[in-house]
């Protein structure tokens, strides 16, 4: 029995769309194509152990890292059905070198380009912790009619009109924010929907847990250990020690942290002072959601959101959480800055 009290993806996108008088629906159709992709997606994750979609293909990506067999499904599958689709007009990609251009008719004349990560955390794969999906969408600064370019893809995070990520674990969800908040959606796979089931999501203002590396903690910078310090112990300022949690999957660990409260933080380190995560594809859908929930999201100096991108695969160190441990964290920073 379907419950018709719980809306799907589908419907919750149509009624969204109706405050607006003048949407065109654009934004509902790509965020329809999204959840359709991570359906995909999701059906060869479940599998992934008896099919051969597991380990490394051999190739290497514009980041230098080895790419697994699933990442290059999942890149494809976003591809394919955004190409497909009308409402998008290109695409950028953490797996690809360049931006691509949907170069027909019905997509020149699409308002949105859409960036993403399609497998977050892909090199927890073969051993089967949870990974996800990370998407942004911006409405194009170039003229429609007309293909895309470079300049469609350079724009800050605080101009995305939508942001969200699907996470392939004991349930698959789908969050996504736009300005009107963060809803949540569970994928009922009996029905074959993503179904409502964390509407209004609100990050708490604090929390009790930390994420970080440790294994880098030697080439952290003084700062940055001494709130680690802090996490660690019990004091007045936090009501310590923090529980230390850390997936080594960030979608998932910012997953946590946005529905009970706590920090995730990947500074620079002394070898890579940009840090490792990718600014258009992880960091600012990511921070896009957070801010969008009450949470807040830095690079340590200024917040993520107002950064300029130069190029499509920049890096940038990456700290994201409940405002208050945020805030907590920044006045470790400036200490030492002053």
Known sequence: MVNRKVLTLDEFTIREMRAFPKATGELAGLLRDIGLAAKRVNVEVNKAGLVDILGETGDVN????????LDVFANDQFTRVLRHGISCAGIASEELDDFVIFDNEISRNSKYICMYDPLDGSSNIDVNVSIGTIFSVYRRVTETGTPVT???????????????????????????????????????????????????????????????????YYS??????????????????????????YIGSMVSDVHRNL????????????????????????????????????????????????????????RTPFFIGSLKMMEELEGYLLKVES
């Open 150 to 216: 470079k300049k469609d893809f350079l724009q800050a995070g605080n101009r995305q009109v939508a942001a969200g990520y699907i996470i392939y674990g004991s349930s698959t969800i789908l969050v996504y924010a736009t300005k009107r908040g963060v809803n949540g959606f569970t994928l009922d796979q009996s029905i074959g929907e993503f179904c409502l089931s964390h509407p209004n999501i609100k990050c708490p203002e604090n929390g009790k847990m930390y994420s970080v590396n440790h294994g880098n």
């Open 62 to 69: 514009v980041q230098g890292e080895e790419v697994k067999l």
């Open 259 to 314: 529905i009970r409260g706590g920090i995730f933080l990947y500074p620079g380190t002394k070898e890579k002072p940009k840090g490792k995560l990718r600014l258009l594809y992880e960091c600012n859908p990511l921070a896009y959601m957070i801010e969008a929930a009450g949470g807040k999201a830095t690079d340590g100096t200024q917040r993520i959101l107002d950064k300029v991108p130069t190029e499509l695969h920049e």
């Open 220 to 245: 952290f910078s003084e700062e940055i250990k001494k709130y680690i310090e802090c996490c660690q112990r019990k004091n007045k300022t936090n009501g310590g020690p923090y529980t230390q949690r």
